[in-house]
């Protein structure tokens, strides 16, 4: 990389200006105006060469892009909308910090939370850090209020990510597959009609949609009996299970009318079951559902 500040200075033109009073990139810190009411949501997320992201089969922008989606996304896992981000790259030689920063300024546009500073460090292996603030007006939804008899739902087709991370490797991809791994999406949208919607508890599946959803069972205390988990065309039921990085919600809630309701003019999210009082038991068409998920090593 050549030298820190020029290369700051160039990334630092390619950004939105801050508005007036503001102070983004190239001071301490930056100086942003504090939200008024509601709650500020906070959260941070690595992405990893070789371990998040195989730049065998993403490009360095794509890795940009998803570091920034997996933070939106979990914004919109609290049913909050996502305001500023910072951004962290730690880069091995040679890498090509302008095409990172287009996938980076790529999603940070495409989601509403401009970057308004970060650091840019030397590294062996390259790890794209990032943190975003958000904004929640009213409760945001934590993963621990599932109650027995809530319904549980999702917000799409799983698998997809994983399905498209598979056939890339094998040299030839579905291009909408393709896209759900590369360019994946986070549910803005969806997760705030879910808080609308009264929604109880609700995650992201970013560790694969079995261990997120036991993440919420064991928040809240509560079990679960799934009928059915809709499966993405072109992916296993396996990789619906356990693929991470779909970036779909899964939310439960204690009124199936007010979630049709909150969700006109979004797709339809999927009733996939409901939730029981049987601590830590949790069903799919009545067999016992695996533990499957990406599991970290910390
Ligand atoms: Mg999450």
Not at 212 to 220: C, F, G, K, Q, T
Not at 255 to 260: E, H, K, T, Y
Request: glycine share 14%; with cysteine.
């Amino acid at each position: 990389m050549s030298s820190e500040l020029e290369v700051i200075a160039r990334l630092g033109r390619r950004l939105a200006p801050p508005p007036p009073g503001e102070v983004w990139i190239g001071d301490d810190t930056a100086v942003l105006v504090p939200p008024a009411g509601g709650w500020q949501l906070l959260a941070a997320d690595a992405v990893v060469e070789g371990v998040h992201a195989d730049l065998a089969v993403l490009t360095v922008a794509d890795l940009g892009w998803r570091a920034v989606v997996a933070n939106v996304s979990d914004v919109a896992a609290m049913g909050g909308i996502p305001a500023h981000c910072v951004v962290t790259v730690a880069g091995r030689r040679g890498l090509d910090i302008d095409t990172l920063y287009d996938g980076v300024v790529g999603a940070a546009v495409a989601y509403g939370c401009p970057v308004v500073g970060g650091d840019l460090v030397s590294s062996p292996v390259t790890v794209v850090t990032v943190a975003v603030t958000g904004t929640v007006d009213g409760s945001p939804v934590l993963r621990s209020g599932a109650r027995p008899g809530d319904t549980v739902w999702v917000t799409g087709p799983l698998g997809a990510s994983a399905a498209g991370l598979r056939q890339l490797r094998a040299g030839g991809a579905d291009p909408a597959l393709a896209a759900a791994h590369t360019r994946p999406r986070p549910l803005l949208a969806e997760g705030t009609a879910a808080r609308r919607a009264g929604a109880t508890a609700m995650i992201d599946v970013s560790d694969g949609f079995a261990a997120d959803l036991w993440h919420v069972a064991e928040a809240s205390g509560v079990g679960f009996e799934l009928e059915q988990v809709p499966v993405a065309p072109g992916a296993t039921p396996e990789e619906a299970l356990g693929g991470g990085e779909d970036y779909q919600l899964v939310f439960t809630a204690p009124d199936d009318g007010r979630v049709r309701a909150a969700f006109a003019g979004l797709p339809a999210p999927v009733r996939i079951g409901r939730c029981s009082g049987a601590t830590g038991k949790g069903t799919l068409a009545g067999a016992p559902l695996p533990h499957l998920g990406w599991q970290h090593n910390c």
